[in-house]
């Protein structure tokens, strides 16, 4: 019996590691992000430092991803609201391949930003094992909150969550 109950915890402790496993590099909340090339997809490339000065809404998604196809319109409605004028809002792709996500931006357009991030260097550096991700960036570039899954970001409960995190005017 105490070799089972043994057996049983080990498993449970080796299952707890699995689930709360990080990407490699990942900059965990409360910590800046640090610098990166983004490879622009519906723009020019940018890096990461020059969105500084202004907090920051990035999601990340790739086309194939239904729950990033559900959330895109809300984004967009976020971007165009009160709430998105105080913010820049961007996203990140991480298809394989810029065609697949061009399709997708001509599905859904948007009119922030998106990159690419083929080396997966964004995707691993933000955390994103699941998508899409969601992640609320202060000025100075530390991460004060991150969102896995769907959100309908233009909703009140969103609104409040994110002029709550990030500071902003009401």
């Known amino acids: 019996m105490k070799t089972v109950f ?8 080796a299952t707890t590691n699995l689930v709360a496993a990080k990407t490699p590099g990942e900059v965990e909340v409360g910590s800046v992000l640090r610098e990166a090339t ?3 997809l519906s723009g020019p490339s940018r890096q990461l430092s020059q969105y500084r000065g202004k907090p920051l809404i990035i999601n990340v998604w790739a ?3 239904g729950p990033c196809q559900q959330e895109m319109g809300s984004l ?5 609201s009160k709430t998105g004028q105080q913010v820049t809002l961007i996203g990140i792709s991480t298809d394989d391949y810029p065609e697949a996500a061009r399709a997708f931006l001509k599905r859904y357009p948007t009119s922030f930003s998106h990159y690419i991030d083929q080396q997966l260097l964004l995707e691993n550096m933000l955390g994103a094992a699941q998508l899409p991700l969601t992640l609320l960036v202060d000025a100075q570039g530390r991460v004060l909150a991150k969102h896995v899954g769907a959100q309908q970001w233009d909703s009140p409960q969103a ?9 902003l005017k009401p």
Do not use: P
């Open 76 to 80: 967009e409605r976020l971007a165009r």
């Open 38 to 40: 983004m490879l622009g």
């Open 63 to 65: 086309s194939w991803c």
């Open 159 to 167: 609104l409040r969550f994110i002029g709550k995190t990030l500071r």
């Open 6 to 13: 043994s057996l049983i915890l080990l498993c449970l402790v």
